[in-house]
């Protein structure tokens, strides 16, 4: 009761503000990170509102539990924050493909406009098809300096420890995308859902990048026009297979355990956002 009526002399004291004035932030992005918007508690244009988070936690915690943990819309220290978990309800839909190779992909990426290569024999390739595609994982190569995808022959053939194909698309430093299989791919690893996240059914591309510095802010170390195309391409293969954006993720969001892998080395909420534009 206490508690109750000092939340009221809050609220009124203060007027019509939103919680924290760093939480006053686009609709569109407030959903990408996994909160609610309300309307009327900050200043400036109709889309910029109020967000909050009802599922706040430390960072680790949610990782641990399988959920994407976004910052910036949670109280207290940094490491307190939101956590998205939307993937796990997200139902089969009639774009789904069930246990099929993946022969449409290279139509789907020019449709978008955008230039694509085919590597040959890409049709056949993969270890066995699709169990379904209910998830993307963003990747960096690791690769050279310089070249438009010169890490193409080991994506397609694989290395030593591990048979190719690495991943079903490439993507090029000029935004060319490279197809290089439709089947089955190595890319993801163990991850926090095999059921969503596994390579049976996730669409893994390994974009051309030397992948340092690490950072999770930001895109500055990605050619505009690579970073671009990334986007326009995944928004592509969302619409076409029915992914939504809460599970395209970040190889480091969906390696478990957490931590396992740096790629890609720009901000998963910022693409995030940009796709469900
Ligand atoms: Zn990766």
């Not at 299989?181 to 059921?195: E, F, K, L, N």
């Not at 809460?246 to 396992?260: F, I, M, N, W």
């Given at each position: 009761m206490i508690a109750c009526v000092a939340f009221i002399y809050v609220r009124f004291s203060f007027g019509e503000d939103c919680w924290s004035k760093n939480a006053c932030i686009d609709t569109s992005l407030c959903a990408a990170k996994g909160g609610t918007s309300q309307p009327k508690l900050c200043k400036g244009s109709n889309n910029i509102q109020c967000c909050s988070c009802a599922n706040c936690m430390?960072?680790?915690?949610?990782?641990?539990?399988?959920?994407?943990?976004?910052t910036g819309i949670c109280p207290g220290t940094s490491t307190n924050q939101c956590c998205d978990k939307a993937y796990t309800s997200v139902p089969?839909?009639?774009?789904?493909?069930?246990?099929?190779?993946?022969?449409?992909?290279?139509?789907?990426?020019?449709?978008?406009?955008l230039s694509v290569i085919e590597s040959e024999g890409w049709q056949t390739r993969g270890h066995s098809v699709m169990t379904s595609v209910k998830s993307i994982i963003c990747h960096h190569t690791n690769g050279p300096a310089t070249g438009d995808f010169p890490s193409l022959r080991i994506v397609r053939d694989g290395r030593k420890d591990l048979v190719g194909p690495l991943s079903?698309?490439?993507?090029?430093?000029?935004?060319?995308?490279?197809?290089?299989?439709?089947?089955?791919?190595?890319?993801?690893?163990?991850?926090?859902?095999?059921?969503?996240?596994?390579?049976?059914?996730?669409?893994?591309?390994?974009?051309?990048?030397?992948?340092?510095?690490?950072?999770?802010?930001g895109h500055e170390y990605w050619p505009e026009v690579q970073y671009q195309s990334y986007i326009r391409g995944v928004k592509a293969l969302q619409a076409a297979y029915g992914v939504p954006a809460?599970?395209?993720?970040?190889?480091?969001?969906?390696?478990?355990?957490?931590?396992?892998k740096p790629d890609p080395n720009f901000s998963m909420d910022e693409f995030r956002a940009a796709l469900a534009k």
């Open positions: 430390e960072a680790t915690l949610c990782k641990s539990q399988g959920g994407i943990p976004s089969i839909n009639d774009k789904t493909p069930v246990n099929r190779m993946l022969t449409d992909l290279a139509e789907i990426l020019r449709g978008a406009g079903q698309l490439g993507l090029g430093r000029s935004g060319t995308w490279y197809i290089i299989a439709a089947g089955r791919s190595y890319h993801a690893g163990t991850t926090i859902d095999d059921s969503v996240f596994g390579n049976p059914n996730a669409i893994g591309i390994e974009a051309e990048a030397v992948g340092v510095p690490l950072t999770n802010s809460s599970r395209v993720l970040g190889h480091k969001e969906a390696a478990a355990p957490v931590g396992r």
